[in-house]
């Protein structure tokens, strides 16, 4: 047939040079971009009614969770995703945690185009994946619209806690040849506990006077605590002491216990006598 040149051939050659090529693949470390992770989700302002894009985080796609600090921050891999948690407007200005960004009043819609959408000058040019800078600026921003269309407190104490979060991750992620690195962490750690003194004494007073239940952070509570006063409103000023002393321990978080260990504790009389 012609064929006496390929006497040698190997029988099982070209599958042993796949396995080898498939298994140097493996090896090579795999390159993770933070747009990987990101999906341009098409929003409607309820302020001036612009169709927009937003950036969010696609749902199917969440990277790993590394670990959780003790005020619940979520430390991810490859990304911070609390970066992408604010949907803005880029026309009139109006910006919301993504939970809460919907319809509203009449009476909030002409506050905000009052005081907020007649001065707005936008937020520039839209990157590409936001940075800690663009993010927090986007929060803030966020921020002043509570107070403007007079949210619930819990949803301002809800942004100043997201904005502390934001700080201690740029902190963290400083790059090493930053000029006067140190200062810049004293700067970002002030900064970083103003925001948690705000953040905990609006939850203090919105737990004296908002429901769980109608709370804007009542699907951020361990379920320990937001469960159990759904059940048993008669036992809600137990739960609402176990926050209060959780509210008031010092800002220095390095050491101190989590959310759910000191409810968990402030509950174990409870619990005996159940």
Not at 37 to 49: G, I
Not at 148 to 169: D, T
């Amino acid at each position: 047939m012609g064929l006496g040149k390929m006497a040698d051939l190997d029988l099982y050659g070209d599958t042993k040079e796949a396995e080898k090529k498939a298994a140097d693949q493996k090896n090579e470390p795999v390159q993770v971009n933070e747009t990987d992770f990101l999906l341009a989700k098409t929003m409607k302002c309820p302020v001036c009614d612009t169709e927009f894009k937003c950036k969010t985080i696609k749902a199917a796609k969440m990277p790993k969770l590394i670990s959780r600090d003790p005020d619940l921050r979520c430390v991810y891999s490859d990304l911070d995703v609390y970066k992408y948690g604010v949907v803005s407007c880029p026309i009139c200005g109006y910006a919301s945690m993504l939970k809460t960004f919907g319809p509203m009043p009449s009476a909030q819609i002409k506050l905000i185009k009052e005081q907020i959408s007649a001065n707005f000058t936008g937020l520039g040019e839209e990157p590409e994946v936001y940075s800690y800078d663009d993010a927090i600026a986007r929060y803030k921003l966020a921020l002043v619209n509570t107070v403007v269309k007079r949210a619930r407190v819990s949803e301002r104490a809800y942004v100043c806690l997201h904005i502390a979060w934001l700080l201690r991750g740029k902190r963290q992620n400083l790059p090493a040849d930053t000029p006067n690195k140190a200062a810049e962490e004293q700067a970002l750690l002030a900064e970083e506990n103003d925001c948690l003194a705000k953040a905990r004494d609006g939850f203090m007073d919105a737990f004296s006077k908002e429901s769980f239940r109608c709370a804007v952070w009542t699907n951020r509570l361990p379920p320990i605590l937001s469960q159990r006063s759904a059940a048993r409103p008669d036992r809600e000023k137990k739960h609402s002491d176990g926050l209060r002393r959780y509210l008031r321990t010092p800002l220095r978080t390095t050491g101190s216990r989590s959310l759910r260990e000191i409810l968990k504790s402030s509950l174990s009389t409870e619990n005996s006598d159940g």
